[in-house]
């Protein structure tokens, strides 16, 4: 009798009936491999995805820093800068609104008083964006330098664990 399973039972159990039990260990080697580098690619393009859309759906208006927060950076890639998350009045539609860019890093140090261009959505009341490429394409960027530091680091390892281990010896 069958007991029943979880997701994760279901995902292991269909993953060892089939497909990877037919899997040669070179195939399987390969998958481990390279997974890393293509899921980053993947996520790269659909961060990309999102930021082109909202590019699409945004418009650009001139807001004003009422409000600026400041935090130590505490990751290694900040870590002794400061990071700042602006607060914008700006208008729309010809109605006030008020919003944050809902993110912080050492690029947007503007002043309390000085205006910057930011991108908003008319119909929604969420965060902006400044108009920037930090504000709008940094994180596809980011993810897709990943993706190719990935794609090297695993070709080297693809072409130093398949010399070692599965080169038949043709002497």
């Known amino acids: 009798m069958d007991r029943p399973r979880g997701y994760t039972g279901a995902i292991v159990a269909w993953a060892l009936s089939g497909r990877l039990a037919r899997m040669t260990w070179r195939q399987r080697v390969a998958v481990i491999l390279f997974a890393f580098p293509v899921l980053m690619l993947l996520a790269a393009a659909l961060f990309g995805l999102e930021s082109a859309v909202y590019v699409l759906r945004s418009e650009r208006v001139i807001g004003t820093v009422v409000e600026r927060y400041e935090w130590p950076g505490e990751t290694i890639f900040d870590r002794g800068t400061v990071n700042y998350e602006p607060v914008f009045t700006y208008e729309i539609d010809g ?3 008020r919003a944050s860019v809902g993110s912080a ?3 947007f140090d503007i002043e309390v008083g000085e205006t910057a261009a930011i991108r908003a959505i008319p119909a929604s009341r969420g965060n902006v964006r400044l108009d920037t490429w930090q504000g709008l394409w ?3 960027v980011i993810l897709g330098l990943i993706s190719l ?3 090297a680091v695993a070709g080297l390892l693809w072409l130093a664990t398949d010399r070692i281990f599965f080169r038949k010896d043709t002497t």
């Open 95 to 97: 109605a006030p609104r």
């Open 105 to 107: 890093h050492a690029s």
């Open 138 to 140: 940094f994180m596809p």
């Open 149 to 151: 530091v990935g794609w």
